[in-house]
């Protein structure tokens, strides 16, 4: 099961920037907090993933909580091409040493002019 | 050239029918991974291989088998197909180890329809 909570919808104004917070209150210290965003029906396409610092790349910031039970993802200057479905993911380890992405329900940002 | 690719984009078929989708990636990777999108638009993973190796297998109806010739294939074979079945199916690849990295490269998808 997904171990994050995310709000279902919110709206964004072009230009503006978009704050899409996460609640995943059960992370374990070594589990890896992913952002994937999926536009229309196209393949989900990483964002971002940060541990425990706040990390920042071309696309966008995520801030994680010290207590890490919750992160917010930022978009710092929102357009209607980040019109997409945000996929907030606790990388889940297993047996090997290997890993899954297990996604949940998203949060669908409508960026509008 | 496309990092994760997927055929055919599109597939229509009537019930009972067996089809497959191919799988490629050109990353590298050791690890690849089947998802499936229905129409709730949940994405749940189906099944993974590790350099050739089934390391998940989600409760997927057995008329799913994957198949994996090489690290850098993962094709899905699906027998008698059902109504069910419609979705859009999701390729990924991932290094497959280790607790970071640049997670998973998804395909673009193939929309199946079972008519």
């Known amino acids: 099961d997904a171990k994050t909570t995310q709000p279902p919808s919110m709206d964004c104004a072009e230009g503006r920037a978009a704050n899409l917070p996460c609640n995943h209150s059960?992370?374990?210290?070594?589990?890896?907090v992913y952002w994937y965003r999926q536009i229309h029906s196209q393949g989900p396409q990483y964002i971002i993933h940060?541990?425990?610092n706040n990390e920042t790349n071309e696309m966008a910031s995520l801030i994680i909580t010290e207590d890490r039970k919750s992160s917010t993802l930022i978009l710092p200057h929102a357009t209607l091409r980040d019109t997409a479905v945000y996929y907030c993911?606790?990388?889940?380890?297993?047996?090997?040493?290997?890993?899954?992405?297990?996604f949940g329900a998203g949060t669908r940002l409508a960026v509008h002019p | 050239d496309t990092a994760v690719s997927q055929t055919p984009k599109y597939l229509v078929t009537q019930m009972g029918n067996d089809k497959s989708i191919k799988c490629e990636q050109n990353?590298?990777?050791?690890?690849m991974y089947w998802y499936k999108q229905d129409s709730k638009k949940f994405l749940k993973i189906m099944f993974s291989?590790?350099?050739?190796?089934?390391?998940i297998n989600e409760t997927v109806p057995n008329r799913f088998s994957p198949k994996s010739p090489d690290k850098a294939h993962l094709n899905l074979h699906i027998n008698s197909l059902e109504l069910g079945d419609s979705a859009v199916y999701f390729c990924?690849?991932?290094?497959?180890?280790?607790?970071?990295?640049?997670?998973?490269?998804f395909g673009s998808g193939t929309r199946l329809t079972v008519v």
């Open positions: 990924a690849s991932s290094p497959g180890t280790g607790r970071g990295g640049y997670g998973y490269t």
């Open positions: 059960t992370i374990s210290g070594n589990e890896y």
């Open positions: 940060g541990l425990k």
């Open positions: 993911i606790v990388l889940q380890m297993f047996s090997g040493g290997y890993n899954k992405l297990i």
């Open positions: 990353l590298g990777h050791d690890t």
């Open positions: 291989y590790n350099n050739k190796e089934l390391i």
